[in-house]
């Protein structure tokens, strides 16, 4: 076997290398940083199973959207120290509740890397708050997954729609002791392009980096930032979602993101997570009424699974329903994959070769002009001071 699945269309979500017995697949760093499964041809004995459980090549459409919420937690620090509403803190406190064992598997940003983790104690689970804008790392996670729920252990699964769909299709059988969350995904950029907008970072401020955030909040939901704190005690931050920080453009410009991203099988209101977490774009125009100064949730769920979680943590949450609809045009991505520009692969050849990133930026990178961005940011700064 030479080929699992067709190449562009390959999410490098480890389903394949994680269902091989003979150790014939291993996840390998491609030339734009991302990982792909490479096969062994003296151990594939061609029993076709990383083709059965490769969610690009069955019929993995998951299950339509049946209930959404627009929410966020009454629990201010967990409000404020989340990218949006507080919603997956507060669900994985309700999928812990009352068992005596379980694990929260997530993203997490380790040594300037971010890989998926398992903790067992909901004191741990802190550090999968907040979006991390990069491909998570999921090797090893699946059977270690399904080793704990083979056991009878409790598991809380989060992670873009294609590692959900990997997860599952790897398991092969459903588990009621399994709980999975995914979000509506933007796109998931180059591990390699973060790695060397860190070195960029630690060589300009002259020190290695503490502390890094795609989008803390400093003044409300909307004007999140890129946010660096450095081992001499200096900090770089920049607006992550008006384009000026130069990783955060090439993100959102779509420059750093994965191949598959374009030809996305999962930007669709079919979800293969039991809930689909999203900030609640559009609440502004739909509900300016509803207090969405310091973040803001829709919250989607497929299966009545995902129903009764939802349910159990509305006491603690500020909430009101509403349809998935009127949100498509402000989360595109729930109904079509990213369009990447025509000098995206010249770009991304440069940030895969440890450019200066500001040079970079100047380079051909399509961006909003400048009063468009500045106009941006007066109007969501006049909107969080109205709010509060």
Not at 133 to 160: A, M, N
Not at 170 to 198: A, R, T
Request: hydrophobic residues 35%; positive net charge.
């Amino acid at each position: 076997m030479t080929e699992i699945c067709d190449y562009r269309e390959c999410t490098g979500c480890t389903a394949c290398a994680s269902i091989c017995k003979h150790g014939a697949i291993v996840m390998t760093e491609d030339a734009e940083g991302f990982l792909r499964p490479v096969i062994d041809s003296a151990l594939c004995v061609d029993c076709g199973m990383c083709k059965r459980v490769c969610p690009i090549n069955g019929d993995n459409c998951g299950k339509e959207i049946r209930s959404t919420i627009i929410a966020k937690s009454n629990d201010r620090q967990t409000l404020l120290t989340s990218s949006s509403g507080g919603i997956f803190t507060e669900l994985c406190k309700a999928w812990c509740k009352d068992k005596d064992t379980y694990y929260i598997y997530g993203a997490a940003l380790i040594d300037g890397v971010v890989k998926h983790i398992g903790v067992n104690n909901i004191k741990d689970a802190y550090v999968f708050k907040g979006s991390k804008y990069v491909q998570s790392d999921v090797r090893s996670i699946f059977p270690e997954i399904q080793q704990k729920l083979k056991g009878g252990e409790h598991v809380l699964f989060s992670g873009t729609p294609c590692q959900v769909a990997g997860l599952k299709d790897f398991l092969i059988k459903d588990y009621d002791n399994l709980f999975c969350v995914d979000f509506v995904c933007h796109g998931v950029p180059s591990p390699k392009v973060f790695e060397n907008y860190q070195k960029y970072l630690e060589n300009k401020y002259k020190s290695r980096i503490r502390n890094l955030f795609f989008g803390r909040k400093l003044n409300g939901w909307i004007n999140r930032y890129f946010y660096v704190e450095f081992e001499n005690n200096r900090v770089y931050k920049n607006f992550s979602i008006t384009n000026d920080d130069p990783y955060m453009t090439l993100y959102f410009s779509h420059y750093s993101i994965r191949p598959s991203c374009e030809v996305c099988h999962f930007t669709t209101t079919r979800r293969n997570g039991d809930v689909t977490l999203s900030d609640a774009w559009g609440v502004e125009k739909l509900h300016p009424e509803f207090d969405f100064a310091d973040g803001a949730s829709m919250v989607m769920c497929s299966t009545d699974k995902g129903t009764g979680l939802v349910d159990s943590i509305k006491d603690n949450i500020c909430y009101f329903e509403d349809s998935v609809d009127r949100y498509l045009m402000y989360n595109p991505q729930l109904a079509r994959p990213v369009k990447f520009a025509s000098n995206r692969d010249a770009i991304l050849k440069k940030a895969v070769a440890d450019p200066d990133f500001y040079t970079l930026f100047k380079s051909g990178i399509k961006r909003r002009p400048f009063f468009r961005r500045f106009f941006s940011y007066i109007k969501w700064n006049i909107a969080y001071k109205l709010k509060k």
